[in-house]
């Protein structure tokens, strides 16, 4: 029967992997990265947007194609007319569903010449509602088709006229951002298993055993595609490229980590117990508690994220949980079948390195030689000055927490990398005045208010013109005594300057009518970043109970979950003040975007407590025979090697990000490759250790009786007895 439950779980698996390979090759099919469709109903831009649309209709998407002579200087007559005719063969390149472009295009392509006669600007206006749609079943959305079909037709016919070009705009950042997260199927998946296969090998000396926690790996996440996939298709959540990264950096890491710990538990059992499977039953029903205990602590620490009024923040709680719940199923009922498979020579699986049954070899001691077993014997000897030196330490990083940067950036800032979207927005913004004409502001205000509102928007700083939308007579367009103003901004409106120009615009309005309402592009990052701090600000806060919930219950104390908690906070603050000295002076990055300390937090709390969970519950094992102190030393020693392993992994998996060159991913790699090393290196190991042991066995308080006392502290009640005895 337990050879058959071993083949039936491996087939299970084997149809999972078949069934989400397909949909882990195709979730990006699914995704969703408009920053507008994050936004809760209840923001403002939102509530200006819709009432725009009754005024005007749906609004375009508009690709800006930008051309200059390539040898700079004047455009020619004949440029000037290969660009014209170049403009009449935009509206009939064909699309993948046998429709033209014209079908999805408002009206025809107009050539504006700049004034100083050196550039050329073609307005490309795609339908706002044809946008967002698929083009036949190719997956691909329409705005990102017309804008890789116009930068082809460009290339071939425009070129030839000596003319370079670069198609910008809002479409043109959307598609280039498409571009980029385009490699997190491929490269960033390849990246990740190469830098885990190489850690595992180091781990483990073997060449067999790396592939099968891999295999466990690559499972996971093929079985959270297969049900994250169906929910963002069906709109039950939203899915964009951040989540879809770092969902296959989170599975990727968790699984391996969750398996390390099987596996170190697998072999110390094989050299108690001779028969594998009985070995095996030993270890997984000593690694149960802990997994699921850490497991359980990161979902619920993801699920808080529910509570954000931002999409993409709310979406990642779930699609997070999702993957951590499908690393724990797979480390927990797969890799057993796979280290199973072999029946009784399930030891060569470690091969060179094959676990000899040792029943009569002593149980390992605080005493142990190696690495790990000095460290536990420093901490015991200096618990006191260990703990206050990693302490101070700590605090002098987290003293630079205030000077991270972290209000936003605009759209051209996300990306590391050139892009040609970035690029022509230079250029545009170079050659033509009123850039922020193509996506203005839109104030919504009483009719009343209108002549007022549009005086006192020009005098905002940064607004280049302000006017009220007109009708075929020239007179203002009233909907429900409502009119709409738009607002040109001087900088573009992906940029951060229209940013801060869309809130100082929002206070003007306010002092002339405190109902009116500001839209627009800019508006929407003002939205979304201000979402962004008030969230922080919420789940912050109960990410942190929930967490010490779950420990209380776990470790059945309070004050470890205390200690536990507050060292993971410090740990946190030194991790971000470091980090705001590598951006700002080392990476000179221009800023970090919102959501990177709330992102930061989970992931880096979350995911942090897990060591010292691993720790923690090995320590009180002990400590239940052995006495706390003793149990720390203990604990540290037969921990150490795994926890350290598995602090590799995840900040090598986290570092991964790294390949997708956008400002958002590459910071949050940073924050948690970073942040792991510290927890792993120095909090759990002399932080967290050396403090439950200069608390001793107070730390298990109020349910302190269950541990016996220390040695040491027996005979100092003792001796104290004694001498007061003597006294007497």
């Known amino acids: 029967m337990r050879a058959l439950l071993t083949v039936l779980v491996l087939l299970a698996w084997l149809a999972v992997g078949g069934l989400g390979g397909m949909a882990q090759g195709s979730l990006s099919e699914v995704q969703t990265n408009d920053q507008a469709a994050f936004l809760p109903s209840s923001a403002e831009s939102t509530r200006a947007d819709e009432l725009a649309e009754e005024f005007a209709g749906d609004q375009p998407l508009p690709a800006l194609l930008v051309a200059t002579a390539s040898g700079g200087g004047e455009l020619s007559p004949e440029q000037l007319a290969a660009a014209e005719e170049f403009a009449g063969q935009v509206p009939e390149l064909e699309l993948a569903d046998g429709r033209v472009l014209g079908d999805v295009l408002e009206g025809p392509v107009p050539v504006i010449p700049a004034e100083d006669g050196e550039a050329l600007l073609l307005p490309i206006s795609i339908n706002g509602d044809e946008a967002e749609e698929n083009v036949g079943d190719t997956g691909e959305r329409t705005g990102n088709v017309v ?107 968790a699984a391996t980590d969750y398996s390390l710990l099987l596996v170190a538990r697998y072999r110390e059992e094989l050299t108690r117990n001779a028969e594998p499977r009985q070995a095996m039953a030993q270890a997984w029903r000593a690694s149960v508690p802990p997994v699921l205990a850490s497991a359980g602590t990161v979902i619920v620490g993801l699920l808080c994220l529910l509570l954000s009024d931002l999409g993409s923040n709310a979406s990642l709680g779930p699609v997070g949980a999702i993957g951590i719940a499908a690393a724990v199923l797979g480390a927990l009922t797969l890799l057993p079948a796979l280290l199973l498979v072999a029946g009784s020579r399930s030891r060569a699986l470690f091969w060179p390195r094959r676990p000899q049954y040792r029943p009569d ?3 390992a001691s605080e005493d142990s030689a190696g690495l790990w077993g000095r460290i536990a014997g420093a901490v015991a000897r200096r618990p006191r000055l260990i703990w206050g030196t990693t302490a101070v330490a700590l605090l002098a990083l987290a003293v630079f927490l205030p000077t991270l940067q972290a209000e936003g950036t605009g759209e051209g800032d996300v990306f590391l990398n050139p892009t040609e979207a970035v690029e022509g927005q230079d250029v545009l913004v170079e050659h033509f005045e009123g850039a922020g004409q193509v996506q203005p502001l839109v104030i919504i205000t009483a009719e009343g208010s209108a002549e007022d509102a549009v005086e006192a928007v020009e005098g905002v ?37 229209a940013t801060v120009v869309a809130g100082e615009v929002r206070q003007t309005v306010r002092d002339v009518d405190p109902d009116a309402l500001v839209g627009g592009a800019a508006a929407q990052r003002l939205d979304t970043q201000e979402t962004a701090e008030q969230d922080l600000r919420t789940i912050v806060p109960l990410v942190l109970a929930v967490i010490f919930v779950m420990l209380v219950i776990l470790l059945r104390a309070i004050v470890a979950p205390l200690v536990i908690l507050a060292v993971n906070v410090l740990s946190f603050a030194a991790t971000l003040g470091l980090s705001a000295i590598f951006f700002n002076h080392v990476f000179d990055f221009p800023g970090a975007d919102a959501s990177v300390p709330l992102f930061g937090f989970v992931f880096l709390v979350a995911l942090s407590i897990d060591y010292s969970i691993f720790l923690m519950t090995r320590v009180r094992e002990e400590s239940l025979e052995h006495g706390t102190r003793s149990g720390v030393r203990r604990g540290l020693t037969m921990t150490g090697g795994v926890i350290t392993s598995a602090g590799l992994v995840l900040a090598a998996t986290f570092g991964a990000l790294v390949v997708i060159p956008l400002l958002f991913l590459v910071q949050l790699a940073f924050i948690v490759a970073v942040g792991v090393l510290i927890d792993t290196f120095i909090v759990r190991s002399l932080l967290v250790s050396g403090l439950v042991y200069d608390i001793g066995r107070t730390v298990w308080w109020p349910w302190k009786a269950r541990v016996p006392e220390d040695e040491d502290d027996s005979t100092a009640a003792a001796q104290q007895t004694t001498a007061v005895g003597s006294s007497a």
């Open 461 to 497: 700083e940064g607004v280049e013109s302000a006017q009220v939308v007109t009708g075929e007579d020239d007179a203002p367009v009233v909907v429900d005594g409502l009119v709409e103003i738009q607002a040109a901004t001087t900088a573009t409106s992906e940029s951060q300057e």
């Open 361 to 363: 070899a002593a149980p």
């Open 147 to 253: 804008v890789s079909e116009v930068r082809t037709l460009a290339a071939d016919t425009l070129a030839g006229a000596d003319l370079d070009t670069w198609v910008t705009g809002p479409a043109g950042f959307v598609s280039d951002l498409g571009a980029a997260f385009g490699g997190i199927d491929g490269v960033l998946l390849l990246v990740a298993l190469v830098v885990v296969l190489v850690i595992l090998v180091v781990v483990y000396r073997s060449p067999i055993l790396p592939f099968t926690v891999l295999l466990t790996a690559v499972f996971s996440l093929c079985a959270a595609a297969l049900v994250i996939k169906p929910l963002a298709g069906s709109g039950a959540l939203l899915l964009n490229g951040q989540s879809q990264g770092i969902l296959s950096i989170l599975v990727i890491g």
